[in-house]
């Protein structure tokens, strides 16, 4: 069984191409306290979302995007609660863990693959996934200074909170329409 182009999207295409992702991402810098947190929040985003998205594109795992697609925005939502209430707490690496399995699930399936296992299929996989890493530390170097600046300002802790609930809302009206069947009607 051949495959002529097994990825539909680049790493790089899903992760800047999808805002969800990309909120979340955003929300988890929002929180941080520093360079030490972000690189812990990012580790164990990426093992997590690395051990989904692989079990997940061999086959292991099967969750139905009915299931997962509304839970990542509530992945959000509950990001987006916890940085107006209290910031980056202790447990916030486990969260992070636990919320990068969702996304792994939500990452394979913008992956097309139709072959079996073989050294092709992991190819196109580990590609795939360094291309979210990169797309991820594009945001995370463009995005983090500026948030870093920011906090200098007296107006940064009312644009946090304001920041951070834009995006819970949001999160809040895609889980509503995830949770809608296709088409919008009941």
């Known amino acids: 069984m051949g495959v002529d182009r097994p990825v539909r999207v680049t790493g790089p295409g899903h992760i800047l191409g999808g805002a969800d992702h990309v909120l979340f991402l ?17 580790t164990s985003f990426t093992l997590a979302h690395s051990v989904t998205l692989a079990l997940a594109v061999l086959g292991w795992v099967d969750v139905p995007t009915e299931i997962v697609e509304p839970l990542i925005a509530l992945s959000i939502v509950y990001v987006a609660v916890e940085n107006i209430t209290r910031g980056e707490s202790r447990q916030r690496v486990l969260v992070v863990f636990g919320f990068g399995l969702l ?31 990169l797309g991820q530390l594009a945001i995370v170097l463009a995005a983090f200074p500026l948030i870093l600046l920011a906090r200098r300002r007296s107006w ?31």
């Open 26 to 42: 955003v929300l988890l810098l929002l929180g941080a306290q520093g360079w030490r947190s972000v690189v812990r929040l990012a």
């Open 103 to 133: 996304h792994g699930l939500g990452f394979a399936g913008a992956l097309d693959f139709t072959d079996e296992f073989s050294g092709r299929l992991l190819v196109s996989l580990l590609s795939f996934n360094i291309g979210i890493e």
């Open 156 to 186: 940064s802790a009312l644009a946090h909170i304001g920041a951070a609930a834009a995006v819970g809302v949001i999160g809040l009206v895609w889980f509503v329409e995830r949770l809608l069947p296709p088409g919008g009607s009941a």
